[in-house]
DNA sequence: TATGCACAAATTGTATACACTGCTGCCGTG
DNA sequence: CACGGCAGCAGTGTATACAATTTGTGCATA
């Protein structure tokens, strides 16, 4: 039976120790956890973050719930409003789209690269992934493919070697993780996924950088197009 | 005679009013003219930021000033080292190139779709401001050209309509302008920046996608170019 | 002279107290 | 009954006080 994907939990989970440093303020640990409960779907879009209940749960004053809130604000998860409190961002249907676009080009702009500088090692590691995926679709396991899929990406973060390149598409992932999540579940797209990174592999091992690019802009805006009526009923 | 160049000014300029909305907070302002003379170069990479001198110089306490530290470091303009205090951001120049080239991107998307959708409206616009650029190349006038230029891409930002898009390249611009300011000065670059100008509007009026986003692309690339010697230095 | 340790000073992280704003609900009036 | 104003409250913005940590200085020692 497939893992129930994550929104459907009930408790938060912890957030996936990052760094780790052993200086970490608490101001940063909160901001992990928020983000990590956004980002999974346990905190829903629109959703006033009240400062003295977030600070009781969390054990500290406002103050650094204050400052994680600031650090969230920047990037995107949550909106501050004034004095009337902050609520976690709830992006119109037309600009998740938008995001998307820019993903999508993003993701193609590390596909490109990575057809430049692809090494055999990572090569190596694409193809693994892609089996462990396709191993995860005949499983129907919904969350492995999730995680797994995210691996993939990464890999080709990893071979595209721009290091600030990969840290923004990271970031605009994580933002769009909350409605992606959704589409992991349409058994259809389990197939096209599979389809779509062998079409992007095999572009990135020809070193076919116009191939790469479009291929996984595709990719991209396909998932997209999946998505299109969903965000909608989001709103 | 041309009017200096900001960084050579010796007292900071206030922040371009922004928004200036009636309820904006102190922490706001502070960021909002904290970033300013970072962009604008008053604030050099790497400085450190002390709380408590900036608290005394805006006249509030440390406490606003923290957040804006906050906001501005989810924005990547400034740096958190824990206890050890906040630095202006100075990113390594391998750091630096990896931001042009995601800029290049952003902005050859934004060139894509203003193809795809502008007005003769905003074909207008786009032709008076680069006939005003001229002007200033003309005149010599470095300042002049530097606000023009940016009210060139602008133009094709507002053409692109897709204002997600749109914000992470002003975003990207502004934290690559203490750099990009510079090579303004360089007096070939007026000329070849004309040029450059004149293809992607070609580009973008005959509706050809694919040649708006690569010229667009080449255009930040050769900008890129043209400063790596200079980056360089700035390490 | 160079190195290591200890203590002091400076600076940030956090908690708490107070000030101010926006909202809610009630009441009076038309 | 509908509408507008006023008071009270809930909640954020700011200031201040205190705790914790880093850094710099000086001295002793090899």
């Given at each position: 039976?497939?893992?129930?994907?994550?929104?459907?939990?009930?408790t938060?989970?912890p957030?996936?120790?990052?760094?780790?440093?052993p200086t970490?303020?608490?101001?940063?640990?909160i901001?992990d956890?928020?983000e990590?409960e956004?980002a999974s779907?346990?905190?829903i879009?629109?959703?006033?973050?009240?400062e003295s209940?977030i600070?009781?749960?969390?054990?500290?004053?406002?103050?650094?719930?204050?400052?994680?809130?600031?650090l969230?604000?920047?990037?995107e998860?949550?909106e501050?409003?004034?004095?009337?409190g902050?609520?976690?961002?709830k992006?119109?249907?037309q600009?998740v789209?938008?995001?998307?676009?820019?993903m999508?080009?993003?993701e193609?702009?590390?596909?490109?690269?990575a057809?430049?500088?692809?090494?055999?090692e990572?090569?190596?590691?694409?193809?693994?992934?892609?089996?462990?995926?396709?191993?995860?679709?005949?499983?129907?396991d919904?969350?492995g493919?999730?995680?797994?899929n995210?691996?993939?990406?990464?890999?080709?973060?990893?071979?595209?070697s721009?290091?600030?390149l990969?840290?923004?598409?990271?970031?605009?992932?994580?933002?769009?993780?909350?409605?992606?999540r959704?589409v992991?579940?349409?058994?259809?797209?389990f197939?096209?996924?599979?389809d779509?990174?062998?079409?992007?592999m095999?572009?990135i091992?020809?070193h076919n950088e116009?191939?790469?690019?479009?291929?996984?802009r595709?990719?991209?805006?396909?998932?997209?197009?999946d998505?299109?009526?969903f965000?909608?009923?989001?709103?």
């Open positions: 039976m497939p893992r129930s994907v994550s929104p459907a939990s009930l938060p989970t957030a996936p120790l990052g760094p780790d440093q970490m303020t608490h101001a940063e640990k901001r956890q928020l990590h956004i779907g346990h905190l879009p629109g959703v006033r973050l009240d209940e600070a009781d749960r969390f054990g500290v004053s406002r103050t650094p719930v204050r400052e994680a809130f600031r969230l604000a920047a990037n998860m949550v501050l409003k004034g004095r009337m902050a609520t976690v961002r992006p119109s249907a600009t789209i938008e995001m998307f676009q820019v999508a080009e993003l193609g702009l590390c596909a490109r690269l057809a430049r500088r692809v090494t055999p990572l090569r190596m590691r694409m193809e693994r992934t892609h089996a462990q995926l396709v191993d995860a679709s005949r499983k129907s919904v969350d493919f999730y995680d797994i995210q691996t993939f990406h990464e890999t080709i973060y990893e071979a595209a721009n290091h600030y990969a840290e923004q598409t990271r970031r605009l992932r994580n933002k769009t993780a909350a409605y992606r959704r992991t579940f349409q058994p259809n797209r197939a096209s996924t599979l779509e990174h062998s079409r992007v095999e572009a091992f020809s116009e191939a790469a690019h479009s291929t996984m595709d990719h991209v805006n396909l998932l997209s197009d998505m299109r009526d965000i909608a009923s989001f709103q």
